[in-house]
Structure formats: C-alpha cells, structure tokens
C-alpha cells in the first residue's frame, strides 16, 4: 500500500537490491540479476510495473565486491544498461551508512551543497535521525535554490568512477 501511495503521490520507486547481501549479490552477474529481478517481481507486483532505474549496493564504486568476485562492478554497470537500466549514484551523503547524529548529518549535506547542477542525495530513510535531519536539510536546500524532483528514466545518470 505504501508503495502504491508512493505512485500516486508522482514520487519514483528505484531498485536497490531484494537482500542486501553483499556476499551474495556480488559473487557472480547472474547472482546480481537474479536479485534484482526479485525486487522488481516485488515491487511489480505492487505498484504495477517493474521500474527501470536502481542504485547498486555500495554505489557503483563499491569495491568490497571485489572480495567476491574481481571486476564485477566493470561488468555489471554495463550489463544494467543492456537491460534497460538506469543506475544512479550520489554526490551527497548524509553518512547515514554509518553511526552518525542528526546533526552531523545535517552538517554533512550542508558542506556538500551549494555547488552547481544536481544534487543527489544518499539518505536512508529507515534510520530516525534521518527522518528527523531531513526535518533541517529539506528547508535548507530549498532556501538555496534547489527543488525535488523525482529520479526518472530521462533523468541524467550520476555515476561514480568504477574501482572494481
């Protein structure tokens, strides 16, 4: 139901991954794929249609996929292209991905915004002091000009620079 009022209310749905397990979704492409159509069989499901855009675990620069198989991430940032994927990176972060406080999140996008063109922000929102940052981060970026708008497939890729 969530992920219905999502849609309706004109925001994207992105894939990420259906485990999150880096072991796992990192050992092989075929691995990868078979876990990124699980997610989008899911949110299919749901919402209706399979969406076409997603961001890798780890970014497309992760480089702990490495320990599971070598290259994979050179490989696969092209294959998700094939398919039909857009794939999108960050180049903000609230560094929510660690042990980080509301406010050092909130000092985290400041010191990363205010630079010219499109911000993309890494933020998860299961994690409280995130949520509660975004209460701060969200009047602050639009009294600097920015505004929210949903990632579609026409939307400009962001990509990191591939280290695996």
Same mark, same amino acid.
């Given at each position: 139901?969530?992920?219905? %009022?999502?849609?309706?209310?004109?925001?994207?749905?992105?894939?990420?991954?259906?485990?999150?397990?880096?072991?796992?979704?990192?050992?092989?492409? %075929?691995?990868?794929?078979?876990?990124?159509?699980?997610?989008?069989?899911?949110?299919?499901?749901?919402? #209706?249609?399979?969406?076409?855009?997603?961001?890798?675990?780890?970014?497309?620069?992760?480089?702990?996929?490495?320990?599971?198989?070598? #290259?994979?991430?050179?490989?696969?940032?092209?294959?998700?292209?094939?398919? #039909?994927?857009?794939?999108?990176?960050?180049?903000?972060?609230?560094?929510?991905?660690?042990?980080?406080?509301?406010?050092?999140?909130?000092?985290?996008?400041?010191?990363?915004?205010?630079?010219? #063109?499109?911000?993309?922000?890494?933020?998860?929102?299961?994690?409280?002091?995130?949520?509660?940052?975004?209460?701060?981060?969200?009047?602050?970026?639009?009294?600097?000009?920015?505004?929210? %708008?949903?990632?579609?497939?026409?939307?400009?890729?962001?990509?990191?620079?591939?280290?695996?």
């Amino acid at each position: 139901a969530l992920f219905r %009022e999502i849609v309706n209310r004109g925001h994207a749905i992105g894939l990420h991954t259906n485990s999150h397990v880096y072991g796992s979704i990192y050992s092989s492409d %075929e691995a990868f794929f078979l876990d990124l159509e699980t997610i989008s069989r899911r949110v299919e499901a749901v919402v #209706g249609f399979a969406p076409k855009i997603m961001r890798f675990a780890g970014g497309s620069s992760n480089t702990v996929s490495a320990k599971y198989s070598r #290259g994979i991430m050179t490989r696969l940032v092209d294959k998700v292209h094939e398919r #039909g994927y857009r794939y999108y990176d960050w180049n903000c972060s609230t560094g929510d991905g660690g042990n980080v406080t509301t406010e050092q999140e909130i000092e985290n996008v400041k010191a990363a915004a205010g630079g010219k #063109g499109p911000l993309y922000l890494l933020a998860h929102d299961t994690k409280p002091q995130t949520l509660e940052a975004m209460k701060t981060i969200i009047p602050y970026l639009l009294s600097l000009g920015y505004s929210f %708008e949903p990632i579609t497939e026409s939307t400009p890729e962001y990509r990191h620079s591939v280290a695996n």
